[in-house]
């Protein structure tokens, strides 16, 4: 959720890191600051509250020197947000300089610690004690400290250091926490996220855990917690700048959603045979074996499990159950022979996710992660040969649209390869249903058509307080992720029933403005669908429906505003009609004139408890 950058080379640090800083920015952060060292290892910190805007002016104010340096965007975890929270930290000289991701769990003891040694504290943060901590271990050589510094340090990190007595190094280490670092002549450059890296290079080092990294103008060595040098692997990114950044949208939401058209093909090209489930890492005796899927995951992708539940069971008749994340981790699931793990994880970063698959392994399940960012650390600890990716390209906005209709997709894909597999799907069913995913991305585009009469609805419809998003069976699962979309980015109470628990409570709140927003995709359960509508309309409130071309007649009725979708597949109207429903959360809340792309409070990778 923060940001880390760091520079050196020949260029003045406080413009590259600055610019590295924006465009990490939408990792969301209330802060932000950077420390520039020059050549005789003078050190200046600018930190302060509040947006980029304003670390620029402090900068113009008051201007730093030094073509090497380390800069961080802060969301607050440990002390409120404030310039002296901001990052980088310094030791009682300030002749250290420290950015830190993640979450120091013994900051409290270390304090004591370093206090009793002599340090004065100048923050609220967990991060300030590695500052102390480097200057009371240093010994004149940062690799080593930084080496011993380990053992000290609990919990998760990435940092970023500068040290005056070592004014020609910059260093990096992590641990459960993302660092990326890159090198071109006489130039390195480290982040926390890829983007903040493209416009200088694209080929780029994931650094391990316990890894230290050292950068200077000669390049990049990478050494192992036991001090061990190791050959750095490169990796080189296939996004382009252009495709990190908003290319015309208003709003990085807007854009992604305006990019699953090409996402749901990228995510389907690589797996389109019918019959060659080679992608698929399951042998088909694995997969007659599976007794038990347990999917985990945290907030949309969560959402896109659930979908997954639905089509395992249904088309692949394995018994499937979907956790929250957080939940899985600590309830000591039993895990038995012939179970399948599999998360679900748009950035491979998210912490609660994380940890359940390590729960999950520890345990002796096998497990499959489905992830969008190459080499993230979940793709890392499943194994990439247990990583299926689904080639959405870097979802920015916080609000996740591209990485939820592809995880969706993927799960379906799953689902059908396993129902082949073990026989229980016929191969003309199958045939079907893959005929229905090569047409998913042209119907993807029609759909993107809806965009003015959502706008217009929404417009009508902003000032509710309260809206309702009902569904049978998968329209269940995407009211779920549809009433997400909505609070995520419009702030409007709004929460999913499966339509058939209207009566058990929720009708209590129906009323005259209040708006119910209907998912009715699904033939099989359309009469109760229109059922539960008549209800909701004789208590005075909205409807607002989204249904396939071929319900649209029945439907039209029982609805206020009636949203239609191209025909599909029934697996994969629920898939297509999400679009025009993060449409409608887009429109609401561009309407309310909230912050689209960086919601209050919330942050796009969660890899804090
Ligand atoms: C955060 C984001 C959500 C995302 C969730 C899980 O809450 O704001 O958009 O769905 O984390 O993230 P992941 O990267 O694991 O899919």
Known sequence: MCGIVGYIGPKKAADVLVNGLERLSYRGYDSAGVAVMDEKGRLAVRKTKGKLEQLKRLLEESPVDGCTGIGHTRWATHGEPSDLNAHPHTDVKGGIAVVHNGIIENHEALRKHLEGCGAVFASQTDTEVIAHLLNELYDGDMLHTLLRAQGMLQGSYAIGVLCDREPDQLFCMRCDSPLVAACREGEGFLASDVPALLSHTRDVVFLQDRQVGVLSRQGLRVIDEYGQACEPSFFHVEWDQSSAEKGGFAHYMLKEIHEQPTALQNTFAPRSRLGDFQWLPLSEDTACRLRRITIVACGTAYHAGVMGKYALEQLARIPTEVDIASEYRYRQPPVGENELLIAISQSGETA???????????????????????????TREAGEENTLYTYAGPEIAVASTKAYVTQTEMMIMIAVALGVMRN???????????QSLRELPSKAADTLGLEGRLQQIASRMSSRKHVFFVGRSVDYALSMEAALKLKEVSYLFSEAYAAGELKHGPIALLKPGRLVVACVTQPRVLEKMLANLQEVRARGAEVLAVCPDALAQQVRPQADELIVIPDTDEWLAPLLAAIPLQLFAYCMAVARGCDVDQPRNLAKSVTVE
């Not at 698959?357 to 979940?378: D, F, M, P, Q, Y």
């Not at 229980?424 to 893959?434: C, F, K, N, V």
């Open 352 to 378: 609660d996710t994380l940890a359940a698959l390590r729960e999950a392994k520890r345990r002796g399940a096998s497990v499959l992660a489905i992830c969008n960012a190459v080499g993230s650390t979940i």
């Open 424 to 434: 229980t799907l016929s191969m003309e069913r199958a045939e079907a249903l893959y």
